[in-house]
């Protein structure tokens, strides 16, 4: 089955909260995008984001976090495309030790989980 991945950093204009908590939507955003990559390579079209079946917010995530989030196709139907998500935490910032340091996690921190479906129509399924 395809799968995709996308990594980046939060930003100080992704805090949403006190602290500099990132908004849990942000998460979601990012699997809106790779689910786009996933039906582009599937069927050459960004096709639609349905919804989602479960969301599971597993860990806080900062504004300096590096985020991976990666999907897969696990089911096909005709047009349904049905994925699952996890975004896991790799870097965070060591503002303790200076300004600039940050630690590469060899654990990553798996901070959201889903599973959504998407639907690409017939018509415009390419391939």
């Known amino acids: 089955m395809e799968k995709a991945m996308i990594r980046m950093r939060m930003s100080s204009h992704d805090a949403h ?3 500099n908590l990132v908004d849990g939507a942000k ?3 990012l699997f809106g995008d790779v689910a786009t990559e996933l039906l582009i390579r599937r ?4 096709g639609l984001f349905a919804g989602y079946e479960s969301i599971e917010f597993l860990a ?4 300096g976090d590096y985020i991976e989030a990666v999907g897969e196709i696990i089911k096909e139907g005709n047009s349904s495309r049905k994925m699952t998500f996890e975004a896991r935490k790799v870097i965070v910032p060591r503002t303790d030790i200076s300004e600039s340091a ?3 996690l060899e654990e ?6 889903a599973v959504g479906t998407c639907v ?4 415009s399924q390419r391939k």
Do not use: H, I, N, S
């Open 17 to 19: 909260y006190g602290g």
């Open 102 to 104: 940050a630690d590469f």
């Open 108 to 113: 990553p921190v798996v901070v959201c989980r």
């Open 120 to 123: 690409t129509p017939k018509k």
């Open 43 to 46: 069927d050459g079209d960004e």
């Open 60 to 63: 806080p995530v900062y504004a």
């Open 27 to 29: 998460m979601l955003q």
